[in-house]
């Protein structure tokens, strides 16, 4: 009995690459708990702490991807040594040919582990060829740290940070599990003084935000968007002619949903789980379907990426500095490379050509009509409320070619919903998805509250006594074991 019960653990801690390790497991859970007991016990040793936290994320990555945390230490030595080249040399050539070669580094990476097979691809279909490169392993959040260490490098270059006198520290910034393979891309800048922060203490405040978060993070992924997906939004993607286009346009409007609450909620638990350890990211999601123009949408969705394709690459292709021809080559740039950024397969560039023309669009429009440069509050309501709808249906418009699994499928979708809508069917509709329906607009209902109620349920909970919150987490819990219909499901942003 006891021999079976250490196998099972065992094998537990094993890698499994059916089973990757999910915040939203219970393995997790168990882990974690382990965890906290030894960080509470050396944390206030700083090298120890350091450590301690870095092997435990080592052993995070390889329970989600195996071997391939070795890749993770390897571009860690690489790129520290690269940094500290940069900033130790004066000639500038010198610099530039060691930033380069830095970023060849990371993107050869990236390319190889994300787009070997689809240029092999293009290449069989330009040239007759038989390339085959399917087997290729993606390690997963290989684009997060890869942007994120290139970050680090880049603003070591433009002198904005110094480099980290220790390679261990590094490797403690960019290995961090808590938003190790689903970001946020967190900034070195912001980062690296937090890590020998001593000592490292929450508030009353922190610890109701870090637990407020968590809950919240959970409820959003297993409760909202992983019932929503199994029971309806994947079932319409993988056969749209199966359905009706009143069911195809509700699986889009779902879908919305999904991808927002799978990824916003992995943010708010990792942001949750780095503030427990005393650690704090810059917020990742600000209610982007509030966004009344699809620049504001940008400002308000995946913050830590627009944000980082914005400062590294939109401004280094020249911005809106070079003429408004080049600025809107720049958006369109900028946009293509983020859409194939998510994969490699044309369906993600339709995806980022759709908002790179919207953006190109809409800083055309402000340019022509001074009166369309009012952004955010200082929109009249009128304008705003319209703003939102039309924003918000060209956002649902592209994620149709973000979710479907070919051009095809997509096509399949929109010529439903012109052609064959059958909207007499709604009734009928919601009673038979009426648990799927109840969510979805749960969700969007508390996606459009104001920042200032908003704001006051999350002060309220701050205050509530704390032996109150172990309580809420057990009832997320254990409204997620009954809510789940299956094994866990993996979050959306783990393919990127």
Not at 18 to 26: D, H, K, R, T, V
Not at 153 to 165: H, M, S
Not at 414 to 419: A, G, L
Not at 464 to 470: A, D, G, R, T
Request: hydrophobic share 50%.
């Amino acid at each position: 009995m006891e021999s079976s019960i250490l196998s099972t653990i065992v094998e537990q801690l094993k890698y499994s690459p059916e089973n990757p390790l999910l915040f939203s497991s219970g393995l997790f859970l168990f882990l974690f708990l382990a965890f906290s007991i030894g960080y509470a016990i050396i944390q206030k040793r700083v090298t120890a702490r350091i450590i301690y936290v870095v092997a435990f994320s080592l052993y995070f990555y390889y329970k989600t991807s195996g071997l391939y945390f070795l890749l993770l230490v390897g571009l860690s030595v690489s790129d520290f040594v690269l940094a500290k080249l940069i900033y130790n040399h004066q000639k500038e050539l010198t610099r530039k040919l060691l930033l380069a070669c830095c970023i060849a580094i990371n993107l050869g990476l990236l390319c190889y582990f994300k787009y070997t097979t689809l240029l092999a691809d293009l290449f069989n279909s330009l040239f007759d060829g038989n390339l085959d490169f399917e087997k290729i392993f993606l390690p997963i959040g290989v684009s997060f740290f890869t942007f994120q260490s290139m970050s680090y490098t880049i603003d070591v270059y433009r002198k904005r940070i110094e480099p980290l006198g220790r390679w261990i520290d590094y490797l403690f910034y960019l290995s961090f599990f808590p938003q190790l393979v689903a970001g946020p891309i967190v900034r070195a800048r912001d980062f690296i003084p937090q890590i020998s922060k001593q000592p490292l203490t929450l508030s009353r405040n922190e610890l109701g935000e870090a637990i407020f978060l968590i809950a919240i993070g959970l409820f959003k992924k297993a409760i909202i968007s992983d019932y929503i997906s199994i029971n309806f939004v994947d079932r319409v993607f993988d056969e749209p002619l199966l359905y009706t286009g009143f069911e195809n346009l509700m699986a889009i409007y779902g879908y919305a949903v999904q991808i927002y609450c799978d990824f916003s909620g992995y943010s708010d638990i990792a942001i949750g789980i780095a503030l427990l350890l005393g650690f704090r990211f810059r917020a990742n999601f600000d209610s982007p379907y509030k966004a009344a123009t699809i620049t504001e949408f940008w400002r308000r969705w995946h913050i830590s990426l627009s944000s980082w394709l914005k400062d590294y690459l939109y401004i280094s292709l020249g911005g809106n500095r070079k003429g408004k021809f080049r600025t809107y080559i720049n958006l369109m740039l900028t946009m293509l490379l983020g859409g194939l950024w998510h994969g490699a397969a044309w369906r993600f560039v339709m995806w980022g050509a759709i908002h790179g023309v919207a953006l190109a669009v809409h800083k055309w429009v402000m340019g022509r009509f001074s009166s369309f440069k009012a952004q955010g509050e200082d929109m009249s309501p009128i304008r705003r409320f319209f703003g939102i709808v039309i924003t918000f249906n060209l956002v649902c418009f592209a994620w149709i070619f973000f979710r479907a699994d070919s051009f095809e499928r997509g096509w399949d979708m929109i010529s439903q919903i012109f052609t064959q809508f059958n909207g007499a069917i709604w009734l009928d509709f919601f009673a038979g998805y009426k648990y799927v329906m109840l969510l979805i607009a749960l969700a969007y209902f508390t996606h459009f509250l104001s920042d200032n109620l908003y704001s006051k349920i999350t002060s309220a909970f701050e205050r509530i006594p704390i032996l109150v919150y172990p309580i809420v987490l057990a009832v997320v819990i254990w409204l997620v074991i009954q809510m789940q219909s299956g094994a866990v499901q993996p979050f959306i942003y783990f393919q990127f």
